[in-house]
């Protein structure tokens, strides 16, 4: 067809609410007593075909209901690897040749068909086998995912719309290719939506993937890649692999045709890659983009003039949504002592005191519990140490109870030592530490928190006073890659605050924004020249 087709302008899908009697609330209700039933086997996908990896099986549970097994899972196995980087290979020709409205037309269709006959499915699977409740999963696996698949076919289609400059006589242009090569996604247990983003945002360009999720969201991502297939992608596009994912680095990570890694997770895992890379840079046919989103210790810092209540609402959200799992909650805030003693303190206590965590599948539960049972003995020994430390005070929370799920109760310390592991270390689960400084300590409070911990992903400050909020603004301008005023640092939306940090937290890509999706380019600058010179003796050379 000729034509320069335009897409459909995006729009944030918006997030149901799941209250009493609502629609949505009895279809997800259906929807979760059917894949509660299930015992899946959440097989690989490699060239389309669905198969059990040889390696070791893992149970894939419910966190809040452990001895509920889910489904099963295997590792994958470097013969594995080696048939799902083959298999990417196989698809790279005729998926590059096909054109861009056509690869656009599949995810846009998946983004359709999420947001309607597939939002219970994916939604549940998430609420199941990530411990999130409804809304949580809500606006993760069924809007957050259905932002990125649309603003991602939008930026995609501006970004194959620039071109270069042409003067008289010549035509200029860019061939927008994929890399050469196959991309491989690793993705976090934490996000579906993150998880269907990777492998599909580099896939939309004409890039041919090997996908890794974490095992524990491999529940959600068995759907996801059905999804993805109904939606009309064809084999060996995306490749999904399962399990811890360490033969399938052995192979990728060494392969000569390992053309980009999209990775979201953990800053040690993603700087192992990273040296990988390094290590083998001589064997690779050509240099391979690095996209890494990491963690976080993400920072609340309230001047005297913050609204207290609002504050408080914000930490409450921010560190004990989904149980402080988000790269972005804040697991650290800086309070002045006058709003702390007027009631900040008591607030913050009785609030966290009565939020109730457990089953998901109980509407009116806050939160359920963290993921697995390493998170779990990661949880327990920091508050045990954090307790044990003479500079911290529990002032709510502090428990912790396996016996049915994996709960940790939600925990404030108040915390004398502002340099204490506690305001630097990521613990990704619901501690939140408060350092209570005299309010003429303000600015130095700041200049300390601005480089404390080695992370910069997101930070929030409280002011109502502008020329607090303009100076913390400037003072924190490299601490944080979302950067929030009067408000949580949780809770970045697809298209209006593009996600992603710096320092130790990542590339900073900026997922679902063109930032990100150029990495997946490689132009080829195209000059056409219409009528070439026949002589080449220059004007200078006459005498
Ligand atoms: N910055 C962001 O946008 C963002 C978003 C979500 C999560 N996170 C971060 O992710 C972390 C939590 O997620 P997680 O526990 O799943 O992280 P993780 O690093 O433990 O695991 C991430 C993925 O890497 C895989 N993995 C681990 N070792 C591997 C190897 N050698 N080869 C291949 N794959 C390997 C895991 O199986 C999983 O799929 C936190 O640090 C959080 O801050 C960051
Ligand atoms: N984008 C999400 C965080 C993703 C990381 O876990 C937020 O802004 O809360």
């Known amino acids: ?42 097989t690989m996908t490699i060239d ?6 040889g390696g070791e099986a893992i149970e894939v549970v419910q966190p809040h209901k452990h001895r509920h097994v889910l489904g099963i899972t295997h590792n994958a196995t470097n013969a594995d690897a080696v048939s799902a980087v083959t298999a990417a290979k196989k698809a790279a020709p005729l998926w590059r040749e096909m054109s861009f ?23 549940g699977a998430t609420m199941l086998g990530q411990s999130k409740t409804c809304y949580q999963a809500e606006i993760d696996a069924a809007c957050e995912l259905i932002d990125f698949l649309r603003f991602n076919v939008f930026f995609a289609r501006k ?11 010549v035509w200029n242009r860019f061939d927008h290719r994929p890399l ?12 579906s939506a993150i998880a269907g983003n990777l492998p599909s945002a580099p896939a939309l360009l004409g890039n041919t993937v090997v996908w890794k999720p974490a095992h524990t969201q491999q529940f959600a991502a068995h759907h996801t890649m059905r999804l993805f297939e109904e939606a009309g992608l064809p084999p060996g596009v995306i490749n999904m692999v399962t399990g811890d994912g360490i033969a399938v680095s052995d192979v990728a990570l060494s392969d000569p045709d390992l053309a980009g890694i999209h990775f979201t997770g953990s800053t040690k895992v993603f700087q192992l890659l990273w040296r990988t890379v390094g290590e ?53 805030a800086y309070v002045p002592r006058s709003l702390w003693d007027a009631g900040v303190r008591d607030d913050l206590a009785s609030r966290t005191e009565s939020l109730k965590y457990g089953d998901v599948t109980d509407f009116t539960n806050f939160g359920g519990a963290v993921i697995d049972a390493r998170a779990f003995k990661r949880h327990s020994e920091a508050l045990e140490m954090i307790k044990s430390s003479q500079a911290c005070t529990v002032i709510a929370g502090g428990t912790c109870d396996d016996s049915e799920g994996y709960f940790v109760q939600p925990t404030v310390f108040e915390c004398t030592d502002p340099a204490h592991e506690v ?3 990521e613990y990704f689960g619901p501690i939140l530490a408060v350092h209570v400084f005299d309010d003429a300590s303000f600015e130095s409070v700041v200049k300390q928190a601005e480089s404390v911990a080695p992370y910069a992903l997101t930070g929030a400050v409280w002011a109502q006073d502008r020329k607090a909020i303009e100076w913390m603004s400037r003072e924190l ?29 990542g590339t900073n890509d900026k997922a679902g924004s063109w930032q990100n999706l150029i990495r997946w380019m490689s132009p080829r600058t195209i000059k056409e020249t219409f009528v070439p010179p026949a002589d080449h003796v220059y004007p200078h050379m006459g005498s």
């Open 1 to 42: 067809m000729d034509a320069v087709f335009v897409v459909p302008d995006p729009h944030n899908e918006p997030v149901l609410t799941y209250a009493p009697g609502s629609p949505e609330r009895a279809t997800l209700r259906t929807r979760l007593d059917q894949l509660q039933a299930e015992r899946a086997d959440l």
């Open 48 to 53: 389309g075909q669905q198969r059990m990896a």
């Open 101 to 123: 409205e056509d690869r656009a037309a599949i995810f846009l269709k998946a983004a359709d068909l999420l947001a309607g006959p597939w939002r219970a499915t994916l939604n």
């Open 159 to 169: 970004l194959l719309a620039e071109q270069p400059f042409s003067s008289t006589g």
């Open 180 to 191: 050469e090569g196959f991309v491989y996604a690793i993705t976090p247990f934490n996000f």
């Open 280 to 332: 083998n840079i001589a064997k690779y046919r050509s240099y391979p983009r690095i996209v890494g989103e990491t963690g976080g210790k993400d920072f609340v810092i309230a001047h005297p003039s913050a609204d207290p209540v609002a504050l408080v609402t914000a930490l409450v959200r921010g560190a004990f949504e989904y149980q402080g799992q988000k790269c972005s909650a804040a697991s650290r």
């Open 423 to 425: 305001f630097t270390t």
């Open 477 to 505: 301008r490299f601490a944080a890659g979302n950067f929030y005023i009067n408000d949580k640092p949780t809770g970045a939306v697809v298209g209006q605050q593009p996600f992603g940090g710096a320092r130790a937290s």
